[in-house]
Structures are given as structure tokens and as C-alpha cells.
């Protein structure tokens, strides 16, 4: 009986050569297959957190377009001498409320351009970059519809309901198309570099707090619909969107 005994060794051995080969490939392919879940941050589809956050960004993004382009509109139909200037302290108050609720909840992206930035920079995971897309894109539909609803019709074909008026003719004509992307490229990279400097900095925000840095962002963005609305000089365009979701 003990000749018959095999050793572990021996019996490696034996194995047939591409069998040990296709182990060893398997187990290659699930290494690289878990490693590039990983980096997508896949788990995180099975975060209760996650999806608490995606709501958040859902309900924020919806009721910061329904707010901040209702009050734009109404600064803009108020009669005031020069109406512009009002905009922009707007902007600020309210984009700061917005920040300060939600930054510590989802971090407070309520945008497209940001979440893409703040995936790439690794701040947070693709996986996530995903979900927080779809909740902002189906809040921006569900803002618009509640402004659709709510607002007086005239006023609402006069301004597109606050998205982008391209070509359009009488005294709602919107900007051009070079001029709407020259704006919308210029302004968003200016509040995306503010963001990105300070915001997505962990040291930096630690330095300046919370308040300070949602203060600094808001003031980013109101500096740059302001500027929009200025340069531009037309009834039909409400301000730079910073938001792809919003056009």
C-alpha cells in the first residue's frame, strides 16, 4: 500500500501541462477582472450610502435649477433700472445655501461637469460618477418640468425656462452657437478651476472649512453668470448653465 501512496508533488507532476496552464489563466483573468471592478469602484452599486447620496444629488439638482432659474428670470422681468446687477447676488445666496446643505450629504456636485471632474481627479469612484449622472440628469427633467408648470407661459418661451436660446429671432434671440460654446466653455472652466483648487483639495479644505469653501465656489459661480449675462447682452440667454443637463 505505501507504494501507491503519491505525494502532493508527484502528483502535480502528472497534470497534464495545459491543464496547469488554463488554471493558471483563469486565475489571471479574475485577478485582472476584480482589479478593474475595483477601479470602478463596482461594490459601491451595493452601497446603501451611495444610493442615499444619488438621491440627494437627484432632489438637490432638481430644486437648485427650479430655484436658481426661477429667480434669475424674476430679477431679470423686475423692472429695475439695470436688473443684471441683482443676478449675481442671487447666484451667490443661493448656490451658497445649496452647497452648505448638501456638500457634507453627497458633496454637493449638482452637476454633470463636476462629477466628471471629481471622477477623474479620484475623488470619487466611476461607479458612483454613474449613478450621481443619472439622478442630476433625471432632477434637472423633473426641475424644468416643475418650472414648465409653474411659470407664466410668456415669460417662459421669452427665456427658453432659463436654458441656452441658440439662433433664435426677435427680442427673444439667443446668442450664436460659437458664442453660447466660447461662454459656456470659458465660464465653466473658470468655476472648474476654483472647484477643482479648492473644492477637490482635501488640505485646502481643511485650511479654509466648510463655510469658506462652499462661499468661495458660490462666488465663482455667480461671478460667471454674471459675466455671461453681461458680455452676451441678450434677452433670449439667461446666463452661462455650468451644466450640460440644464440646455
Known amino acids: 500500500m505505501e507504494g ?3 505525494t502532493p508533488n508527484e502528483a502535480d507532476e502528472k497534470l497534464p501541462k495545459s491543464a496547469g496552464r488554463s488554471c493558471e489563466a483563469v486565475g489571471v483573468k479574475n485577478s485582472l477582472r476584480l482589479r478593474f471592478l475595483a477601479a470602478l469602484g463596482a461594490h459601491e452599486y451595493f452601497s446603501p450610502e451611495m444610493w442615499r447620496a444619488a438621491f440627494t444629488e437627484l ?36 448656490a451658497f445655501l445649496f452647497l452648505l446643505v448638501t456638500v ?9 461637469v463636476f462629477t466628471f ?5 479620484g475623488v470619487i469612484t466611476f461607479a458612483r460618477a454613474s449613478i450621481y449622472i443619472l439622478a442630476q ?12 408648470t409653474v411659470m407664466d407661459q410668456n415669460a417662459a418661451q421669452k427665456y427658453s425656462l ?59 459661480m455667480a461671478l460667471a453668470v454674471f459675466v455671461s449675462i453681461t458680455v452676451t447682452g441678450r434677452v433670449g440667454y439667461a446666463g452661462v448653465g455650468l451644466n450640460p443637463a440644464r440646455c
Open 162 to 220: 432659463g436654458g441656452c436660446t441658440i439662433k433664435g429671432s426677435g427680442s427673444t434671440s439667443g446668442v450664436g452657437t460659437q458664442t453660447a460654446l466660447m461662454v459656456e466653455f470659458a465660464c465653466t472652466f473658470v468655476v472648474l478651476f476654483v472647484g477643482v483648487t479648492v473644492a477637490f483639495d482635501k488640505r485646502r479644505c481643511k485650511e479654509l472649512g466648510l463655510a469658506m469653501v462652499c462661499a468661495v465656489v458660490a462666488g465663482a
Open 137 to 148: 440628469c433625471i432632477g434637472s427633467i423633473l426641475g424644468f418640468l416643475i418650472i414648465k
Open 117 to 121: 471632474i471629481a471622477a477623474l481627479k
Open 104 to 112: 457634507p450629504l453627497s458633496g454637493g456636485h449638482m452637476s454633470l
Open 4 to 6: 501507491l501512496v503519491i
Open 59 to 94: 432632489v438637490a439638482t432638481a430644486s437648485l435649477l427650479f430655484t436658481l432659474t426661477s429667480s434669475i428670470i424674476s430679477c431679470l422681468e423686475s423692472g429695475e433700472v439695470d436688473p443684471k446687477l441683482l443676478v449675481p447676488i442671487v447666484v451667490f445666496v443661493i
